[in-house]
């Protein structure tokens, strides 16, 4: 029997305070991609977070190392307390007439990383207040990296855009004087360089603009890489004169959504997925981003007259129809409060080329709801159940045969107060839909109070207050928490005791990780008795990752049958890290009174895994594919090997005092891993081979992956698939080579420094030490190399990507496209095309589908 204790303490498993200030609260202002990375808007922009959880590379710095103080009190504390200062930044000099006042500020933070025992036994606790502080993980909360980007402000494209020549009613409340953030999403992942997501965001100024990670995505820059606007502003047929209302309205853009990727596996690396654009002019447009990397505008479908617009969109999943074709919904909110809904086929088409591609069948909206007048506040599918909320209700759509609930129709709920503090009411926006079980949703709204639906399969009503109040306090309890250790606030009522109950939590979004209580949110402290009204200087928000714990309704499932069956049947790799899918259970299992609770569980799981996955394997053959993505991304054999090893590996760093136990465990997976990439990398060369001949770098790289898997079947006897395959290759090899009379000489490996033979571990008979790329098993010769952000492997960058993002033009002109066109005065050159091919199916890490980073 699994053991798995829900009646958990509400914990915090990681905050951060961000100098600055909320824009208006909406459900898609705090949301997390497929790599595990969150982003949260600000009024000035959005900010990147990327917790520090499964992976090789050093935890981030973070504003105070609890450590230093512990090992030496009295030389290091002066030093802390610098550090400190110097990494919470206040902007537009709030110290200006008020001192940050160190001691006061930040000696939480300090404590914050530690749990309490350690804090007891800490000399320097008599400065530490007794006050509440809510559980932390056992180690200190998770952190995280940060990086962010800034949207246009300065407006300087808005001559290019010619939309302010218009001086209409409905164009001049357009223009506001300060630019801000009014929406902000990920790309499904796959699409950029490095295996992860591209960012859109959206200005108040309604214009919208593609960013793209430059080298390292966690810390590092992003780059504008399209202007989605100028592209629009292309598409109008040049004339003289201004533009028309129409077209000018159809420029501003007043919601965005991406679409997920296609789930047809015969279509893997073909992205297909669709980014909406609602614009002011009633319409919705589609774009692809897909093969080409450029942005294309695909179809643009009329929703309503001029004069209203689609607020706001939802994506649903895509249903597989057939083999060939898939279907999603795209919900609207309208400004007039009706919902509709479009609905989108993408089907399989093969180009004379041989080339397949995805062709788009859009049908017209339809309504589904006409609506009061009153505004739509959120609007959310779960699974084929449509959801939408309005001051003080909850609206659910059932179609006739849907596959989720028992019943159909639409069925609305009016909300109760939850709560005493400030702005508790029924009536704030939603900020946050969910499903924490089968029959349950939360719904949360902007003061950080929550609602529960009961009865979701069958019945839907209002749970009992007490149910919805009981989770709400203890959303509550961490935010008086941080409201009682943010050094800003501090400094504002130092002289004033602090009284909770006149404080709200003007939050911005809240969203969770998929399974689990666990929630990650954006919050403000605002104080509505005081009228508290602070410059932007000196105002605050904090981000949270927490778990309510025993407040929140269980999953249907404990944690370790739900990881069970996700390594059972993994989601492709390709689309969502290993990272992000374990994070939230990961999450649930740091937030435990002790996390080696699960310990004994998590090695039962492995070591059958690794069993199971080795049964499976000895009965399996590879087949000859030309389509080597394919073969890198479809098994899901492969995929759940993957996930194993990222779990078992995570397991060696979270269990010090056991890793010897998991490490045979990681190795035996990384083992099974190669051998695997190995034969397929094989079979593909062999099938290459039989219709020609290939060129001396190529070669490089055959006898190469041959000197791998002699080694790997070596060490492991077993496996004799590995070395017939590497002797039928090596024939194939010579025979090719006895053809073109090639010399050995030019393809053998040789020590780039001093012309010696290099062994397999990458070092030379004279101590050069060399990394192999663990793709093509190439020695890295270059500083143009890529890293994995999940586990230790390195590779070779393709050619195609070695040159950065290439940021767009004074103008908005993207050009960033035009580092993947095929030059045609080298396609002559075959020198190194396997080699090529093998890197750029390397879409991820095949070792462990982690995202890349690059070097430089
Ligand atoms: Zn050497
Ligand atoms: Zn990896």
Redesign the pocket.
């Known amino acids: 029997m699994t053991i798995d204790p829900y009646d958990n303490p509400p914990t915090i498993l990681a905050t951060r305070i961000f100098p600055g200030i909320l824009p208006s609260t909406s459900q898609h202002n705090v949301s997390w991609n497929e790599d595990g990375q969150c982003l949260f808007i600000t009024k000035k922009g959005v900010n990147i977070l990327t917790p520090h959880l499964t992976t090789t590379f050093s935890p981030p710095p973070t504003l105070v190392d609890p450590t230093l103080q512990l090992k030496d009190n009295n030389n290091n504390s002066s030093n802390v307390r610098n550090q400190a200062g110097n990494s919470f930044v206040v902007e537009d000099g709030a110290s200006d007439d008020d001192e940050v006042d160190l001691d006061g500020g930040l000696d939480e933070p300090l404590i914050s990383g530690l749990d309490n025992t350690t804090t007891n036994n800490n000399n320097n606790s008599s400065k530490v207040k007794s006050k509440i502080r809510m559980k932390r993980p056992k180690n200190g909360e998770i952190k995280f990296w940060n990086t962010g980007i800034e949207l246009d402000k300065e407006g300087k494209r808005n001559d290019h855009y010619g939309w302010n020549e218009y001086n209409d009613e409905i164009d001049t409340v357009l223009i506001e004087k300060d630019v801000t953030t009014r929406q902000a999403i990920w790309s499904p992942s796959g699409l950029t360089d490095l295996g992860g997501s591209l960012l859109v965001g959206l200005s108040s100024a309604m214009q919208v603009s593609v960013y793209a990670p430059r080298n390292d995505p966690y810390t590092k820059q992003w780059d504008e890489i399209a202007d989605l606007t100028s592209i629009m502003k292309g598409l109008i047929p040049p004339k003289e004169g201004p533009l028309s209302l129409k077209e000018s309205l159809g420029l501003r853009t007043m919601s965005i959504q991406w679409s997920s990727h296609l789930p047809l596996p015969s279509m893997i690396g073909i992205d297909g997925s669709l980014l909406a654009l609602s614009n002011r002019a009633g319409k919705i447009t589609f774009w692809s981003y897909g093969l080409d990397k450029r942005f294309h505008q695909l179809r643009s479908s009329d929703v309503c007259q001029i004069g209203g617009w689609v607020s706001d969109m939802a994506w649903s999943e895509w249903k597989v129809l057939d083999d060939e074709s898939c279907e999603a919904h795209l919900a609207l909110t309208l400004t007039d409060g009706s919902i509709r809904v479009i609905t989108v086929i993408r089907k399989i088409e093969l180009k004379s080329s041989g080339r397949r591609e995805w062709a788009l069948d859009i049908h017209p909206s339809f309504m589904i709801d006409r609506g009061d007048k009153r505004t739509i506040t959120s609007i959310k599918w779960i699974e084929d159940v449509l959801i939408w909320t309005k001051p003080g209700t909850v609206h659910i759509f059932a179609g006739e045969g849907n596959r989720t609930v028992q019943w159909n129709g639409i069925l609305s709920l009016r909300l109760e107060r939850v709560g005493n503090w400030a702005s508790a009411n029924a009536l704030g926006p939603c900020i946050g839909i969910n499903r924490i079980n089968r029959d349950t949703l939360v719904i949360v709204l902007s003061s950080l109070t929550t609602h529960i639906i009961e009865n979701f399969t069958t019945s839907p009503q209002l749970a009992h207050p007490h149910t919805s109040l009981r989770n709400a306090l203890a959303l509550r309890d961490i935010f008086e928490d941080h409201l009682h250790s943010d050094p800003l606030i501090k400094i504002r009522f130092r002289s004033i005791e602090m009284q909770p109950e006149g404080w709200t939590a003007n939050t911005s979004g809240w969203t969770s990780l998929g399974w689990g209580g666990a929630g990650t949110w954006v919050t403000e402290p605002m104080s509505f008795h005081t009228l508290d009204n602070a410059t932007e200087g000196k105002r605050s928000m904090t981000f949270v990752i927490g778990n309510p714990g025993k407040a929140r309704l269980s999953p249907d499932e404990s944690v370790i049958e739900a990881l069970k069956g996700i390594l059972s049947d993994s989601p492709k790799l390709l689309y969502c890290s290993p990272g992000r899918i374990l994070m939230p259970y990961l999450l649930h299992i740091l937030s435990l009174r002790g996390p080696e609770f699960m310990m004994d569980e998590l090695f039962g799981l492995l070591s059958s895994v690794l069993d199971g996955s080795q049964d499976d394997l000895s009965k399996k053959k590879e087949q000859g594919n030309e389509n080597l993505i394919e073969e890198f991304w479809v098994d899901a054999t492969l995929d759940r090997l993957r996930l194993a090893y990222v779990l078992a590996s995570w397991c060696e760093t979270t269990y010090p005092s056991s890793a010897e136990k998991f490490r045979p465990i990681t190795n035996a997976l990384s083992i099974l891993i190669s051998s695997q990439l190995l034969a397929k990398l094989m079979t593909w060369v062999i099938t290459y081979l039989s219709s020609g001949g290939i060129g001396n770098s190529d070669r490089q790289f055959s006898s190469q992956v041959i000197k791998s898997a002699n080694q790997l079947s070596d060490e492991k006897s077993k496996s004799h698939s590995l070395s017939q395959l590497a002797a039928e290759l090596d024939s194939k090899l010579s025979k090719d080579g006895m053809a073109n009379n090639a010399e050995h000489q030019n393809w053998e490996e040789?020590?780039?420094?001093?012309?010696?033979e290099?062994g397999s571990e990458g070092?030379?008979?004279?101590?050069?030490v060399w990394s192999r790329c663990s793709i093509t098993h190439l020695l890295v010769t270059h500083p143009h190399y890529r890293v994995c952000s999940t586990c230790p492997a390195i590779s070779l960058l393709p050619k195609k990507h070695l040159s950065v993002p290439i940021v767009v033009d004074d103008q908005g002109k993207d050009h960033d496209y035009r580092r993947f066109q095929v030059n045609p005065e080298h396609s002559e050159e075959n020198e190194d095309k396997l080699i090529q091919v093998a890197l750029e199916s390397a879409v991820c890490c095949l070792n462990c589908g982690g995202r890349w980073q690059r070097a430089v």
Do not use: Q
């Open positions: 040789r020590c780039p420094a001093c012309h010696n290099v070092i030379c008979s004279k101590g050069h």
